[in-house]
């Protein structure tokens, strides 16, 4: 879906109106499995994005069913809804786990344009981490992302002990890759 709950000052999607589209308009379930697998013989590598994936009313069935065609799964999220759907990611949870944050609080929440995006991404982050210590589980590696942009790049350092503290396995820094007109 590219429906999102966000509207990032860097994202060409919030720019364009992209995600104003509504998460119901979205392809249905059964449309996606079919797509999965008629591919699913070359062994894709499957990444889920969007807008924010999590709006997508049926994203745990969708990565179930791809883990059950045993391909390989990513998801990409904002975080804001992760610890209220963490328990049904954690049934069947991808293989890697991609949660954007741009800075320490106040930056991420200027970038992001909500006042709690930081906060509910790190309650996510936390609940996920706290499922996955359990018996057997080693899936999702968890990933924090930080788009840099000319909003956060003179906070990038404080990710470093952003993503210690909330204990994930890999810091991705990113350069912005998307712009439009407006944003350049």
Known sequence: T?????????????????????????LPLATWNTVIDDIAGFSPYITLTGGEPMLYPEIDGLIRHIKQRGLVCTMTTNGTMLARRAADIMADPPDMLVVSIDGPQEVHDEVRGHANSFELAVQGVRQIRSQKLGP????????????ITSY?????????????????????????????????
């Open 136 to 147: 057997g589980k080693k899936r999702p590696v968890l990933l924090i992302n930080c788009s």
């Open 2 to 26: 590219l429906s999102c709950n966000l509207r990032c000052r860097m994202c060409r999607f919030a720019s364009s109106g992209d995600v104003l589209s509504k998460p119901k308009d979205s």
């Open 152 to 184: 956060n790049f003179k906070h990038a350092a404080e990710m470093v002990d952003i993503a210690h503290d909330l204990g994930v396995d890999v810091l991705n820094y990113q350069y912005q890759w998307s712009l439009t007109g407006t944003m350049a």
